[in-house]
């Protein structure tokens, strides 16, 4: 009769192992919820809002590639500051892990905020007049 061959497995071995399966499978789901959506349309009120803005800052490249986010900026747009704060998140790298987007789209995405900041600079907090006493 021949002997079975073993093979000696340490435990710290079997958890590693089974720790980098999860943090694959994880990996898995994090890339399938961040993929691009390929339903996403672009709403026929964010064709209205691009159409009001200034030609030389229309997102069109964003809307064709990125329709979902041209989607939040325009819901956004009248939100000021809460407008502001996603721009900003777009336009600036705060992880420091982004791949980042097209060079097209970077810089339309500056051009809004740029034009956004414009719009709305005379908009911060200016004190309120006093009332006099007459």
């Not at 990996?27 to 959506?37: M, S």
């Not at 956004?76 to 900003?88: F, M, N, Q, S």
């Not at 809004?112 to 908009?123: D, P, R, T």
């Amino acid at each position: 009769m021949k002997s079975l061959e073993s093979e000696t497995v340490a435990v710290a071995d079997v958890q590693q192992e089974r720790e980098s399966e999860r943090e694959r499978a994880d990996n898995r789901a994090w890339v399938a919820r961040r993929a691009p959506q390929r339903r996403a349309v672009l709403l026929d009120t964010t064709t209205v809002w691009m159409a009001e803005l200034p030609q030389a800052v229309r997102p069109v490249n964003l809307a064709r590639r990125f329709p979902r986010i041209a989607n939040s900026i325009a819901e956004l747009w009248p939100r000021g500051a809460r407008c502001e704060e996603y721009l900003v998140t777009l336009v600036v790298d705060q992880r420091g892990d982004r791949t980042g987007f097209p060079p097209e789209v970077a810089q339309e995405l500056t051009a809004l905020h740029s034009h956004f900041s414009e719009l709305h600079s005379g908009m911060r907090s200016a004190p309120e007049p006093v009332a006099q006493d007459d």
